[in-house]
């Protein structure tokens, strides 16, 4: 049967591409001389992803992030795969870090979600969740083309379709 898998999965290498970009716009920029301003990609494993963004002050962490977001859109990369919904810490002399996660794999509240459209849809395909993915089988390619418009339609998820098999 015609099956492929719905993932949640950015592209790491355009964000480390991005970060790579950011630093270079923040060390010629005239607002950001002499400032501490910095953005940190660290990949400790496939689930434990994280910018970490430094700066100064209030304004210039918003500053660090809106070049970040920019250079982010830019390359192609959904901004939806950043969690910046986290507030900055404040760390010695003034200077402040914000923890910015990168989302990977779907939860199972959204893989519930995926299933559950899918099921509504009435067309003739099934979802299964396995692990990270979804799994979603039909009779026809045509019914399992016609499930991925209706998941980038009705998910607020940046997905991704993988393993796309006759």
Partial sequence: ????????EPNLVEVRNAVDQTMKEIGTRFD???????????DKSAKDRELTLHADSDFQLQQVQDVLVGRLSKRGVDI???DL????????HDK???????????????????????KASKL???????????????????ELQAAMALLRREIELPLTFDNFRD
């Fill in 32 to 42: 950001f001389k002499g400032s501490s301003a910095k953005v940190e990609f660290a």
């Fill in 1 to 8: 049967m015609p099956s492929f898998d719905t993932v949640l």
């Fill in 96 to 118: 402040l870090k914000l923890a910015v996660p990168v989302k990977a794999g779907i939860d199972a509240e959204s893989a519930k979600k995926i299933t559950v459209a899918l």
């Fill in 85 to 92: 919904s986290g507030k900055p810490q404040k760390m010695s």
């Fill in 80 to 82: 939806r795969f950043l």
């Fill in 124 to 142: 003739k395909v099934q979802g299964s969740i396995q692990g990270d993915a979804v799994r979603v089988t039909g009779a026809k390619k045509d």
